[in-house]
């Protein structure tokens, strides 16, 4: 055994054969002081919403699964094959976990003197959707349809890549598409055919919920005939049941979605409401978050003439009025809004 006589400068062990100095460090105090990867804090995923190819270091790679995959590629490609790796470590692998909410967590797995080794990475990345020239070429890029997906408010990220994966997971839909566009509002999908936006409309619309409208725009007359393009919007409110919204002048809790179909309890009346989204686009709505109204824990301690009394869980001696018959000892929700109070009946 040969003596080198050096120590590691951040704790002071001793160098052996069986662990030499790395940069002056001893293997653990260089894992914690240093990284074997040189892992980016953000990265930029361009990925193709309709086939799911990612665009790395000027190339296109399919691939099939979530973003973990398609990160992992990321950081082999721009990382570990540039050489952006530590020299004294070999044969470096990277996994990608917990990928989700634009952070993901990155593991860099290598060997040092035949012993492996672990260091782990929090990283930020956001997707940009671009459609790849193989989902481009297949088609001209002309158009006979454009389909508009359309939220209530400004969609979330997850929620606008939903749309292309969804649309990308049905390739009678997917082979006719001849562009993509994510915008701040929603979605912008252009086919080569008509009857493959219907479809796409109807597949979202049972999936997400929503209304459909038609229509057509004249692009002029070529050859005596009328030139035009079908236009789709669907229109998602992206409801989900128990939530609150002002309908018809009253609060309304949602009960559940179906398509079209929507059913809602009017607390007001403690009626269930049959509707659909197209008369709650036609006649207008407003959605609810939860800091706009107040929910209190309550029991039911006195029941007269459709006035009731309860004590809640906030310590509040509540009264409101209720058009049924409540029972004493009945446990409710007491929703204020806007000064008014709203109760609730907890059911089953
Ligand atoms: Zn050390
Ligand atoms: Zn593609």
């Known amino acids: 055994m040969s003596f080198t006589g050096r120590f590691c400068l951040r704790c002071g062990k001793r160098e052996s054969d069986e662990e030499p100095l790395i940069d002056g460090l001893c293997l653990d105090c260089f894992l914690k002081e240093r990284a074997l990867a040189k892992i980016p804090n953000n990265v930029v995923l361009v990925r193709c919403p309709v ?25 082999v490609e721009t990382v570990v094959k540039k050489g952006k790796t530590h020299e004294s470590f070999k044969d470096v692998q990277v996994v990608v976990t917990n990928a989700g909410n634009n952070r993901a967590e990155v ?41 508009q997906v359309r939220f209530a408010g400004e969609p979330s990220e997850v929620v606008r890549r939903r749309v292309g994966k969804l649309i990308s997971s049905v390739r009678s839909i997917s082979s006719n598409v001849t562009d993509y566009k994510e915008l ?38 070529v050859g005596g005939k009328r030139h035009g393009k079908l236009s789709i919007v669907l229109r998602i409110p992206q409801l989900i049941p128990g939530e609150l919204i002002v309908y018809r002048n009253s609060l309304m809790e949602v009960l559940d979605i179906q398509r079209d179909k929507l059913v809602l309890r009017d607390l007001t009346k403690d009626e269930v409401v049959k509707t659909s989204f197209k008369s709650l686009t036609k006649e207008g709505f407003r959605q609810l978050s939860p800091e706009d109204y107040a929910v209190d824990e309550c029991e039911v301690i006195k029941f007269e003439e459709g006035r009731l009394t309860a004590s809640c869980v906030s310590g509040a001696v509540v009264e409101a009025s209720f058009p049924k018959h409540l029972s004493v000892g009945e446990r409710i929700q007491v929703i204020t809004y806007k000064d008014l109070k709203y109760v609730k009946r907890l059911r089953g």
């Open 51 to 75: 086939c799911g190819s990612v665009y790395v270091s000027g190339s296109w790679v399919p691939t099939s699964g979530g973003d973990e995959e398609a990160l992992s590629h990321y950081i």
């Open 107 to 147: 593991l860099v797995r290598s060997s040092f003197m035949s012993k492996p080794v672990e260091q782990a990475f929090t990283i930020n990345y956001r997707v940009e959707a671009r459609l790849c020239p193989r989902c481009l070429s297949v088609k001209t890029r002309d158009y006979e349809a454009i389909l």
């Open 184 to 221: 701040r509002e929603g979605v912008d999908v252009k086919f080569s055919n008509v009857s493959a936006a219907r479809q796409a409309a109807n597949y979202l619309q049972g999936v997400l919920g929503g209304y459909i409208k038609e229509s057509w725009k004249l692009h002029g007359v």
